[in-house]
């Protein structure tokens, strides 16, 4: 099995900035995309970032400019650097890594969700 672990939510004014964190531990032999999405009351996930394993990344309109998604394969960590936020941002955001496992009789692959955290930007 594998767990993720979010920090880095909390509170911020407008114009301020946050930085999530979060890092997969259990069974890992690797980690192919990491992403961030984000979701508020009433509405669907959606995705803000993503990074593959060679370092492409993706981003949602919205946070293009403003948003960083980084990885560190070392530490199994993928990390959203938020610039520029603003009350829009306002979110629970949730951390998605696809991770390939390796297992005495092989292998597997499976989609891991992190437990979410919090983002609040105040005007």
């Known amino acids: 099995q594998v767990q993720l672990v979010e920090s880095g939510g909390g509170l911020v004014q407008a114009g301020g900035s946050l930085r999530l964190s979060c890092a997969a531990s259990?069974?890992?032999?690797?980690?192919?995309?990491m992403a961030w999405y984000r979701q508020t009351p009433g509405k669907q996930r959606e995705l803000v970032a993503g990074?593959?394993?060679?370092?492409?990344?993706n981003y949602a309109d919205s946070v293009k400019g403003r948003f960083t998604i980084s990885r560190d394969n070392d530490k199994n960590t993928v990390y959203l650097q938020m610039n520029s936020l603003k009350p829009e941002d306002t979110a629970v955001y949730y951390c998605?890594?696809?991770?390939?496992?390796?297992?005495?009789?092989?292998?597997?692959?499976?989609?891991?969700w992190g437990q979410g955290t919090q983002v609040t930007v105040s005007s």
């Open positions: 259990g069974s890992i032999f690797s980690i192919n995309t």
């Open positions: 998605n890594q696809d991770v390939t496992s390796s297992w005495p009789w092989g292998r597997s692959r499976g989609d891991y």
């Open positions: 990074i593959t394993s060679s370092g492409s990344t």
